[in-house]
């Protein structure tokens, strides 16, 4: 993408309205618009990113096993009634008339809806285990919108829901759900710990959220530090292997880390005070499992092997996923702009041509797109004809993880210069051999 | 994908309540699910073909030099307040009041908002041209919602809008947009015929919408039968140059080709009459020049090159993207179910096990299934035990194009049997063979 054809408008001043660094950078960036109170538009540079995040919840539970599908934003409120919770929602719930004068809503999340369609469709364990997830946007008419898409009004969700025979093959999806959270928020380049956690209204035995640390987050949160040490890194996972995956999930769960709301100091101080920390954090997702809460409710039953029928079991499973992008900002930032981890950037990597109308770098900056394109790998060329500072600031704010700068001088010995935004080194090469390393790096990320 | 653990709650019986072909097969695919009158959940196939299709028109509109970006659901009343259209638009406009009692509504096109963001960021010859897009949920309270998707109310379209600095590059914006839908719905399968519009409650100028001829379309067309002829094919597009792509829409053009809106008899009775044609079609798309209507009523302006503030040029352009599987399966199907066209297939192939469980017959299928995956082509594989016969009518009613059946008996002989769902024809060759074939097949269809 050349710069000169974008729709970036970067802001140079820092916009009143925002009070923390994700949602200042997001304005600045040119990512989001607001549109109405915790309502926003997301610009292009936004755009990618939001459908990067996307792409890799599609992937990672895909890969689970899970299966997608898509529920409308709009819901009839009879649905809601069956359940109970038409009444118990309050106020958060937007609640509608159609011209008909019909109960309807913006749903804030999918259980009854769900509990729907399998009721209609599926009545023996010959077709479970199954896990159907959506991607969807929701509605939540918080009382105090803030923090950019940290708490908006309308958010794009993914949310998944495991039916399953009985409790132990629950608990197995349960697991399959925090495991492939572990691996989704890793490849976004977040640490993002399970912590216990306490039901909220949607009602739930286990449930865990998954927080990652960061001074501007909503929940105080207390753990053992090694807890940030853990990764999945490349390790294989047989989703349908009940122990290793529950093996996962004990690795992941024994270190102390709750949030406030379940935090027990008797059980703190039993980490080495060495290990103790006290911090803050932001949700972005939760897993939760409540048996048949809805199925008993709904009337969502299966046959067994044995010829009994029982209310199928179930839990549902959250990732936030517009939310995610200010979680990783608040993350991975520094005083110049957002510093995007490599596998949800906008674009790979960033061409800054320092002498723009230069014969020799203008083909070299077009050599370098080309040869990127062909790997499958889209600069964002800056073609536009402003100062090298200009460029950098830019570059620096909307945080690519990489820059190749092309100037004549460097040309004349046949360099570029590679530039990690996150360390700030520069490395003079060959414009062949700043492809082959971007190559190399993106490898990783596909 | 296998058929075992996937969800795909096919129907035996004709659901009562569908009146036209498409509704009645996506419901018995188990492809949709009504959810309220014109609400949809979009079930497992049916969101593998909605995607796809989103997919081809992201595609096409990119390679076209638009941008994508993502507006919001709801919208706030202020912005249509502004355009005049608050009051204007009727009971097809969901109103909804939030908590604090403001006024928004759920968004059914999106000229306000564009125009909102392009007014707040852009004010210089200099960032033109510039095309937006996305592809959003909009929501019409139709009175009637029916015909399944092809009419409901919550729908997914496709709307761009092009800001131009004059008339001439606003209308080369126009015909920009009109190949890039020609190449769009060709991808599809689709014979797209672009017919001189009226001008609806949008308001414009030159507009022309899409129709494909179905006998169930809810428009009377009236065409030379030369049009349906007519084919981009591979040509190679240069959507920055003005002549060529004019020269495209001139070809696409000429013919006769009206909607009972804009029909006039006496230019009719002058095409040859073994080529005067009177059907029906089914809109998928329109395109319009409306000029500075929103510019002017919201303020949105530029500079000129000569310093002079004019009001940006624009027109608004939309693609039915959930329509589009009705459409298609209206113009593609037998009296077994639906024929999906390579480009918008669920599933590029199906594998039939002729005898589960038998080892021979099960190993080739678990090959089969790994070489197609392993280029890139994911089959569904039907491993249930089951009879054939009960196979091959979900094969059918599904429209997967191409099946592959393995049985002991082939497979003595080293060969499976390769199907085409148009045609019927069988062929046998060796699993090799077919994977190379099928691998053919879909090259042209990345």
Known sequence: MRLSRYFLPVLKENPAEAQIVSHRYMLRAGMIKQQAAGIYSWLPLGYRVLRRIEEIVHQEQIRAGHIPLLMPTLQPADLWRESGRYDDYGQEMLRIKDRQDRDMLYGPTNEEMITDI???????YKDLPLTL??????????????????????????????????????????????????????????????????????????????????????????????????????????????????????EFTTLYARTDETHDEAVFNQVPEAHRKVGRGIEVGQIFYFGTKYSEAMGAEVVTKEGTKVPVEMGSHGIGVSRLLGAIIEASHD???????????????????????????????????????????????????????????????????????????????????????????????????????????YAAHK
Chains 1, 2 share one sequence.
């Not at 399998?118 to 023996?124: D, E, G, L, P, Y």
């Not at 009602?203 to 960061?214: I, P, Q």
């Not at 083909?363 to 040869?371: D, F, I, M, Q, V």
Request: glycine share 10%.
């Open 118 to 124: 399998f009721r209609s469709h599926v009545n023996s």
């Open 133 to 250: 997830y959506h991607i969807q946007w929701k509605f939540r008419d918080e009382m105090r919108p803030r923090f950019g898409v940290m708490r908006g009004r309308e958010f794009l969700m993914k949310d998944g829901y495991n039916f399953d025979v009985d409790r132990d093959a629950a608990l197995h999806a349960y697991n399959r759900h925090m495991v492939s959270y572990l691996r989704t928020y890793e490849r976004m380049g977040l640490t993002a710990i399970p912590m216990r956690a306490a039901s909220g209204p949607i009602g739930g035995d286990n449930t865990h959220e998954f927080l990652v640390l960061a001074n501007t987050g909503e929940s105080e949160v207390f753990y053992d530090d090694r807890v940030t040490g853990l990764k999945l890194g490349q390790r294989e996972i047989d989703y349908d292997d009940r122990d290793q995956v529950a093996k996962v999930c004990e």
């Open 335 to 441: 005083d110049k702009g957002i510093i995007w981890p490599e596998g949800v950037t906008p674009f790979p990597v960033g061409i800054v041509n320092l002498k723009q109308g230069d014969a020799a770098a203008d083909a070299a900056c077009a050599g370098l797109e080309k040869a990127l394109l062909a790997r499958g790998l889209e600069p964002l060329y800056d073609d536009r004809d402003e100062r090298a500072g200009a460029k950098f600031a830019t570059m620096d704010l909307i945080g690519l993880p990489w820059r190749i700068t092309v100037g004549p001088r460097g040309l004349e010995k046949g360099v570029v210069e590679l530039t990690s935004r996150r360390s700030g080194t520069s490395e003079e090469m060959s414009p062949e051999a700043a492809v082959d390393r971007i190559t190399q790096i």
